[in-house]
């Protein structure tokens, strides 16, 4: 009994979180580890089923590195990349496709179903709702900057009670046109303020934001971020994930985290407990 | 963090019981210890809170014994039993109502609202929603049997997300009657029939029915609870909840619990455990 | 048959009244004689009845004065007046809530749904719809200033074509506040404002206001009740009902009536005729 | 203020009948001197508006035999009568509708608009609604019998708080088909089977079935009726009214009635008082 | 086969033009040789019936010259003409509505229906929703000037997917006011207008606005109508349907046209392909 | 202009056809040359985005066969076929996944959008709304047969006005299935019937069902079909699409064709002219 009622105790530890999100749209980046580790995968689909069954309105958007380049080697298409961006072309972008929209988006929405969700995969072709032109001018191929947002299409879905799972791929200007690759986090900003989500999350293979000792920057405003990333501090691979926070925050969103994806339950502990396991971003 | 790991896997053992029950109708007949010893009430109420947010459809009805007779004593009204029944005449009934509809009702309420839920207290007169004729002829004064209930008011209420609160007390016949005092437990179960209510929870001060040694029967069907009242193991106070739990089961209430409202959140233990905290009846 | 037609034609005479408040909110403070004689509170269910037939939407506020007398009495409890306004320690509250909330306000319901219509009694405390903080500071206990009105609630309750019938009790800040005692006729003008309302009648035990040779006023606009507050026509127990018109009218109310509930049909003579039955007041 | 309360109680005489048909189509059968005669006229207007008011829904067919003559006369066009017929050629044909659809049936509705209810005036060719064929093989002409009514046309009038106002026209099987003259008091009870309506009306020139003694019949019953057509107290002219009386009770109306129009407000005196001005048929 | 393809191949010619204006409405005035030659009102009920089912939400308002004309000696009722109105008194009136309301207006009903459109025919006394005044202080008699449009009417019969036909006639101020003959284009304009259409199309028996040398004008703006009204151009009988077409696109219709009515499907001509077949007015 | 006008005449050939079939749902089994020929594509298209705009509900599953092979073979995965199915095991399934749901299904749904449709593309997978197991015991691996579908699925995206374009894939049981390749045709059968759909047409590489002369057999009944089957005429691959058709018959769709959709313009000619281009089979 005494183990039991611990149980109960600490499930309504939860309970001013839940107050606090639920009827919340909540936008999560999902990728690296939590993606890929069974195990993580499962805790992933556990906290997601929680949100959706609390009230909150949670929205997917992964991405897809290592799959992608397990086929494109198969196929023994290679591929270059500038600036940390893939060079796309239409050879490429057609494997880039079809694993994203064919076997990732898949592969998440039939986790999340298993769970005990309704989950509906869909990429930015369907219904046109991502449109994009070519990045920097074509400059790294069919990799696309997003030019416009038709969330109502992302809102009928959520109000049917469904959870969207977005590949991200947005159409072309035309009907030949074989689509753009879009960077993920960033498309996910994108969304976040579309929908003016709550928060949104970035699921990481990092801790979040270091300063210069390697000690974890628990909240950052963008005052705060502009300084590290003079002085270097926010540098690297690192730099995207923390412009599209910042992007996110500046257009509506209230916060944007950066948590650490290889910890089990990661998105829980950072909404339903009062320790962090990132970085938070506010305005 | 481990400890906040912790706390996240316990939180989603709820899952599978979120889910079984979210959308659900579940009437909880409040009384006894839960409702009087300020942290009971408090534990009461959060886990009240937390059915709610979780989708939860959650209906109160309580009694009020004790507080009654502090005002009849006050006020110099005596009262007599006669079968476990209060003798109700027209003086007793007035105090009866304005302790139960207007002192214990809305502190219920106020409990509930200042925990985060939004609870709206009525009484059967309200709308007329509960009607009643005098129970076994008169035999004890303004003691009534419900003639019928009117369901629509509370589902109206529930529809709005609000937590109907409801003081057991039915209009009479004619403009001046003074209405009737109805038993709670049985009108909790009326309700919950009325209502396709999925499970009705008694919180008593019993451990819930015990065999000839004093143990607990965690799980009892009609045919075994008719046998128990045969040889006398269920007798005395326990016979009017046994049988209203049996009235709820016989008509369509798919389980009735008799639980231990002494312990701090029976009712979670009771529905979000995997251990019971009182006795289970089925068909 | 000539009998019948002077009757029908008599009804008719209601027509043009009918399509002038149909669908409009009327709000009203029952108190009173009208409140007490067993005729007249006939008449005033009548009446009510027939505004909610006719398409009107109306709203009781009710006040308890002299029951809550008598219960202090019989309890043993003294209280002091001070600026008229009732000393409320916690075991005065007790007392006037349990009479207002659980005997007066389901005495009302009760009379009207007898009556044929669908009312509901609820206080303040019920969803938290009325909140309140001390008035001067404490300096009466209990007695509260009305700080906030949730409009919704009464909305939802006469969308769905019920009556509401509110008890003048105001929810505190905190869970173990015992709530506050709020003034009627105040309760029912900031409802009245709240709710956009058409109009609002106070029932008074007076003819309406007079001149200085007793002469009824009929009709009054704010700055000829100024005149009248500063020359001393206006005083005493009738200063605070005025206000509580003039707070109604400035705050978008139409009109606001004083009307004599000890004659019978008050309501309907005021609505549906045309001749008053006391003073109106307008901006 | 004596005159003053005499109306008031006087108008909630009718509360009882409101009450009682609120929410309920009533069908009336608009002709006769009620037709004709101004004040008349304005009375039936009244009688309409208040009923619409006070949430009863009424419906009106009207029939317009003198000013048909009248305007066939102006254009020599002679009609021959059989078996009470009007034997209707196309020329004849064009005129009855025109003065159905284009005269009448625009008068009654400006008359009730100009009462304050808001009607709508169509014919059975409006969305084809009122479908027929030639009556007893074409025996006289363009004669119809209705074979067929859509009525969600007049449900969708009414449910947007319309009073729709019809002209006894039905459409034919073609498109070159000029439409059928249909008779109004068939019109009337077959419209009132088909929206399961209360009560159906007819106003008539005659102060309803008189026995052999000339008195008044005040309620009938199938087989009384039966009777009385059988011993020829019932006959000529009344026939055909008293079988669309009986049609429609047989059908599913709880009561139809045949009034005396002539009497003013004869329509309120049936509904809203105790003493009925005609004869009423019950199954 | 290949008939066929020339066929599906002609058919999707329409496409671009459907996408165009499904879900617009568009406002027609219908009279001319397109009302009284029997082919061409089957065109014009075919392209209108297309129009409904693709999508469109087509409005009909109609005249009547010729046929009240008949009726007029027929009757022996002389009219005479001031600037091209029909002075009309009381007599005329009647004979004017008749016509229109209970002749024209059904028999466009009736073609409508029989084409598989479902069609209702109401005259501004509907709901009283055309309210005029004497046109130019009375000097026409009983020919109005629109005061006031009350769209709601039409907007709830073409939610209801019905399409309206409106005979212009408007309701008088007064009970007894026989109403207004208003002029059918400006009362096309007005309803245009208060419908927000996206066009007006009239159909005349001209082939639109010629030039000096009897060529057509496809396509006029405002200001050129203006020189071409001063160089007299734009003349006589032309004058008030170009007066009508300003009207409505100075206010918000996006264009008017003047079509040839007297060729067949000029309504499905000029919304359907690129060839026009009159005049185009826009801002 | 007799260009023109042979164009509206066209046009409104399709008149009767639209009438017949909007707010029809009509499934479509989009396979072959029609899915590959880049002019037949774009009639495709047309075509269906007409039907899009008339209002017929139209619903897409195509197939994928020769992409499939083409990246089997690109990665050298070698298939076998035994009784016309492919034998998918793990890897064979990643592919089969990957070319359907993320690029034939993704294609199809960007030349609908690009028409100006609003297509959204999905798989079984999706809210797991088609369901399998093994087809004959796992003979063929991971070929599945349907054993559930949850049609609302479908009826939230058509009734929000998208047109669902759906990959034949379903989920599997448990978590970690890989899901099941379903043949196409059947799903199209299976999705009619749980849609009540009017009409199936199943585009093909052939003319219709041919009898022993090589002359198409422009309709069959069930019973006709069966004497075919039985003597030979229809065979081979034509088997199981006509048991396809079939099955559909059976249960409630009222018909199925095999149409030809090597020609231009397939779907409209068989829908929208009176010749049809296959076989039409009913029950």
């Given at each position: 009994?005494?183990?039991k009622?611990h149980?109960?105790?600490?499930i309504?530890?939860?309970?001013p979180y839940?107050?606090?999100?639920?009827?919340k749209t909540?936008?999560?980046?999902?990728g690296?580890a939590?993606?890929?580790n069974?195990?993580l995968k499962?805790?992933?689909?556990?906290?997601?089923v929680?949100l959706?069954l609390v009230?909150?309105?949670?929205?997917?958007?992964?991405g897809?590195?290592?799959?992608?380049?397990t086929?494109?080697?198969?196929l023994h298409?290679?591929t270059e990349f500038?600036?940390?961006?893939?060079i796309t072309d239409?050879k490429?972008m057609?494997?880039?496709e079809?694993?994203l929209s064919?076997?990732?988006n898949?592969?998440?929405?039939?986790?999340?179903?298993?769970?005990?969700?309704k989950?509906?995969?869909?990429?930015?072709?369907?219904?046109n709702f991502i449109k994009?032109?070519?990045l920097?001018?074509?400059?790294y191929g069919?990799?696309?900057d997003?030019s416009?947002?038709n969330?109502?299409v992302?809102e009928?879905?959520?109000n049917?009670?469904?959870i969207p799972?977005?590949?991200?791929?947005?159409?072309?200007?035309?009907?030949t046109?074989?689509g753009?690759n879009?960077n993920?986090?960033?498309?996910?900003?994108k969304?976040?303020?579309?929908?003016k989500?709550?928060k949104i999350l970035?699921l990481?293979?990092?801790?979040?934001?270091?300063?210069?000792e390697g000690k974890?920057?628990s909240s950052?405003?963008?005052?705060?971020?502009?300084?590290?990333?003079k002085?270097?501090t926010i540098h690297g691979g690192m730099?995207?994930?923390?412009?599209?926070?910042l992007e996110?925050v500046?257009?509506g969103?209230?916060q944007?985290?950066?948590?650490?994806?290889?910890?089990?339950h990661?998105?829980l502990?950072?909404l339903?407990?009062d320790e962090g396991?990132?970085?938070v971003?506010?305005?």
């Open positions: 009994m005494q183990r009622l149980t109960a105790k600490t309504l530890t939860a309970l839940i107050k606090r999100f639920t009827k909540i936008v999560i980046k999902y690296g939590a993606q890929i069974p195990d499962d805790r992933f689909a556990q906290d997601l929680l959706y009230g909150i309105k949670p929205v997917i958007i992964h897809g590195g290592k799959r992608i380049n086929f494109l080697d198969k298409l290679g500038k600036d940390g961006m893939r239409e490429v057609e494997v880039v079809m694993v064919g076997s990732i898949k592969e998440i929405t039939t986790l999340l179903n298993h769970h005990g969700a989950a509906i995969g869909i990429s930015g072709k369907d219904a994009a032109k070519p920097d001018d074509g400059k069919l990799v696309g997003i416009e947002i969330e109502t992302l009928n879905i959520i049917q009670n469904f799972v977005v590949a991200p791929i947005a159409s072309g200007q035309t009907l046109h074989p753009y879009i993920a986090d960033w498309a996910a900003s969304i976040a303020v579309s929908l989500a709550e970035f990481t293979d990092t801790p979040g934001v270091l300063d210069k974890l920057l950052l405003n963008t005052d705060e971020v502009e300084a590290l990333k002085d270097g730099l995207p994930k923390v412009n599209a926070c996110a500046a257009n969103v209230k944007a985290h950066i948590i650490d994806g290889r910890i089990e990661s998105i502990l950072e339903f407990t396991v990132g970085t971003f506010s305005q």
